[in-house]
């Protein structure tokens, strides 16, 4: 399947909704070591690096994903991609002023994929950038160039949904796995997507149900001690473990994986490979993991 260059430089940041934005100001200082500030509309903003935020919570009825931000290089690469998304018969919505300064971005264009999954595309930071402290004092992390982590989706319409991330946005293959639950249940594709920053997947496609609107989001912290540590706090503080430690056989990433207070998964891991786009050959993985990931835990 050949793919354009590719238009996405990084997963920039996630939008959660919550029904109450308190339980992540203290999921988010105690378990993950984030800092946090107000966000408009009585939101809250999860930083993790030099900038504003990384992940957004927003106050609504419910405790699930909202949106995925992904950021272009400049505002030519911004035009490139709406166009090419429009010509792909995908509605585009400019964002109003407001929400591009919430997201803190010069422009702001929001579309929803052949799955139903929503979201934002923008470029220009503009939130300003100020040192990261985590409140818990050793956390750092993993984000820069290749954006705040990765995604990984619902798409049921799965065919749809991969050629218009591939071959409409540009994204690259990096690795197909074809799970099989049991030895009688159907197989469930999941493709994972890299961007121009070469994360080994910014973006996942899972052919699966998600009533969460997510099957999990994923940070990289730059110790790995510090993924230990990352499980004492979710033991010490609550938060149900959905997998077990262990380390995946296609990005090499050493983590486990905790429910968040929007009722997805989130992945806390280290040391994850990266690809060169358009050189990487992709990978068809066999296995979940090398060792460990538990995932039947997640059902207890």
């Given at each position: 399947?050949?793919?354009?260059?590719?238009?996405?430089?990084?997963?920039?940041?996630?939008?959660?909704?919550?029904?109450?934005?308190?339980?992540?100001?203290?999921?988010?200082?105690?378990?993950?070591?984030?800092?946090?500030?107000?966000?408009?509309?009585?939101?809250?903003?999860?930083?993790?690096?030099?900038?504003?935020?990384?992940?957004?919570?927003?106050?609504?009825?419910e405790d699930r994903y909202q949106a995925s931000g992904w950021e272009v290089a400049n505002a030519a690469d911004f035009a490139a991609a709406v166009a090419a998304i429009e010509k792909a018969g995908v509605k585009v919505e400019p964002a109003s002023a407001a929400l591009k300064a919430a997201r803190c971005v010069t422009d702001l264009a929001l579309f929803t994929d052949p799955s139903g999954n929503r979201h934002e595309l923008?470029?220009?930071?503009?939130?300003?950038?100020?040192?990261?402290?985590?409140?818990?004092?050793?956390?750092?992390?993993?984000?820069?160039?290749?954006?705040?982590?990765?995604?990984?989706?619902?798409?049921?319409?799965?065919?749809?949904?991969?050629?218009?991330?591939?071959?409409?946005?540009?994204?690259?293959?990096?690795?197909?796995?074809?799970?099989?639950?049991?030895?009688?249940?159907?197989?469930?594709?999941?493709?994972?997507?890299?961007?121009?920053?070469?994360?080994?997947?910014?973006?996942?496609?899972?052919?699966?149900?998600?009533?969460?609107?997510?099957?999990?989001?994923?940070?990289?912290?730059?110790?790995?001690?510090?993924?230990?540590?990352?499980?004492?706090?979710?033991?010490?503080?609550?938060?149900?473990?959905?997998?077990?430690?262990?380390?995946?056989?296609?990005?090499?990433?050493?983590?486990?994986?905790?429910?968040?207070?929007?009722?997805?998964?989130?992945?806390?891991?280290?040391?994850?490979?990266?690809?060169?786009?358009?050189?990487?050959?992709?990978?068809?993985?066999?296995?979940?993991?090398?060792?460990?990931?538990?995932?039947?835990?997640?059902?207890?």
């Open positions: 399947m050949s793919s354009p260059k590719p238009l996405i430089q990084a997963l920039a940041y996630v939008v959660a909704e919550s029904t109450d934005v308190s339980r992540w100001r203290q999921y988010g200082e105690q378990v993950l070591g984030a800092m946090t500030s107000p966000a408009p509309e009585g939101g809250l903003y999860l930083k993790l690096d030099e900038r504003r935020f990384r992940l957004a919570v927003v106050a609504g009825s923008g470029y220009g930071y503009a939130g300003g950038e100020s040192p990261f402290v985590s409140p818990l004092g050793s956390t750092h992390f993993k984000t820069g160039a290749q954006g705040m982590g990765h995604t990984v989706l619902p798409s049921l319409n799965f065919d749809a949904s991969l050629k218009f991330f591939t071959e409409v946005l540009g994204f690259g293959i990096s690795d197909i796995f074809n799970f099989q639950p049991g030895p009688d249940a159907p197989l469930i594709r999941i493709y994972f997507l890299h961007a121009a920053s070469g994360r080994h997947h910014s973006l996942a496609l899972a052919e699966m149900p998600s009533p969460s609107g997510c099957v999990h989001i994923m940070l990289e912290v730059t110790e790995k001690d510090e993924v230990d540590r990352g499980e004492l706090r979710r033991e010490k503080h609550g938060a149900k473990l959905m997998a077990t430690l262990g380390q995946h056989e296609n990005d090499k990433m050493t983590s486990f994986y905790m429910l968040t207070p929007s009722n997805f998964a989130l992945e806390y891991g280290w040391g994850g490979i990266s690809v060169e786009p358009g050189v990487w050959e992709t990978t068809h993985t066999k296995q979940v993991s090398i060792w460990g990931h538990d995932f039947s835990v997640g059902f207890r």
